[in-house]
T-cell receptor
Framework: QKEVEQDPGPLSVPEGAIVSLNCTYSNSAFQYFMWYRQYSRKGPELLMYTYSSGNKEDGRFTAQVDKSSKYISLFIRDSQPSDSATYLCAMGLTGNQFYFGTGTSLTVIP | GAGVSQSPSNKVTEKGKDVELRCDPISGHTALYWYRQSLGQGLEFLIYFQGNSAPDKSGLPSDRFSAERTGGSVSTLTIQRTQQEDSAVYLC????????????FGEGSWLTVV
C-alpha cells in the first residue's frame, strides 16, 4: 500500500463549479499536510499548508484535514480556467520527511 | 534569492553522456531535496541534505546518480552515462531546518536523453 493515495483524474469541470480534490493516507504519524499546484512544465507551487486536523481557508481555497479518517481535501470555489493544473497533496513527518500523492489533473472549462 | 533556482531549465543529451544539474536553494534554507518526476508519475525522492549532516541518499536509483552540496548552499546532481529512462524533470526543493516547515520547489530541470 502506498503511503499516500490520490485519484489521478483527469477532472474536468465548468467555470464557476466547486472542485473537490482528495487524498488518503496510511501513516497516522503524518502531522503536516500540504497542497501544491503544478502548471504544465513548471515546478510545484505551494498552495495550502495545514498542521494537524481542521480547516484552513485562503480566498477561494479551503483545505480540510481529517486525521481520524486519514483523509485530506482541497476545495476550490468559483473555479476559474486559471485553476487548470495538476494538484499534488503532500504530507510530512518530523525530521523533514515528505510524502507526495501522484497528482490530480484538473481542467476548468470556460 | 527569492526562490529556488535551477539550471539548466532544459537539457537534451545523448545516451551515455554525463549531465550536471544545479540547484541554488532559498537563502537561509538548510535542508535541500532532489526529486525526479516522470511523465504521469508522482514525485520520486532522490536525495536529502540537511546542514552538515550526512545526506540521505536512499532514493538514488543507481550508482550512476550522485549529488553534492558545497558550503551548505548550492547543490549539484550528476548523472553519469545517461540512459533514456533517465529522461524526466529533476526538481530541487529547500526548507528551513526545523520540521514542520514545508518545502519550496524550483521550476525543475527538464532532461531528455536521446
Amino acid at each position: 500500500q502506498k503511503e499516500v493515495e490520490q485519484d489521478p483524474g483527469p477532472l474536468s469541470v465548468p467555470e464557476g463549479a466547486i472542485v473537490s480534490l482528495n487524498c488518503t493516507y496510511s501513516n497516522s504519524a503524518f502531522q503536516y499536510f500540504m497542497w501544491y499546484r503544478q502548471y504544465s512544465r513548471k515546478g510545484p507551487e505551494l498552495l495550502m499548508y495545514t498542521y494537524s486536523s481542521g480547516n484552513k481557508e485562503d480566498g477561494r481555497f479551503t483545505a480540510q484535514v481529517d486525521k481520524s479518517s486519514k483523509y485530506i481535501s482541497l476545495f476550490i470555489r468559483d473555479s476559474q480556467p486559471s485553476d487548470s493544473a495538476t494538484y499534488l497533496c503532500a504530507m510530512g513527518l518530523t525530521g523533514n520527511q515528505f510524502y507526495f500523492g501522484t497528482g490530480t489533473s484538473l481542467t476548468v472549462i470556460p | 534569492g527569492a526562490g529556488v533556482s535551477q539550471s539548466p531549465s532544459n537539457k537534451v543529451t545523448e545516451k551515455g553522456k554525463d549531465v550536471e544539474l544545479r540547484c541554488d536553494p532559498i537563502s537561509g534554507h538548510t535542508a535541500l531535496y532532489w526529486y525526479r518526476q516522470s511523465l504521469g508519475q508522482g514525485l520520486e525522492f532522490l536525495i536529502y541534505f540537511q546542514g552538515n549532516s550526512a545526506p540521505d541518499k536512499s532514493g538514488l536509483p543507481s550508482d550512476r546518480f550522485s549529488a553534492e552540496r558545497t558550503g551548505g548552499s548550492v547543490s549539484t546532481l550528476t548523472i553519469q552515462r545517461t540512459q533514456q529512462e533517465d529522461s524526466a524533470v529533476y526538481l530541487c526543493a529547500s526548507s528551513f531546518q526545523f520540521s514542520g516547515n514545508t518545502i519550496y520547489f524550483g521550476e525543475g530541470s527538464w532532461l531528455t536523453v536521446v
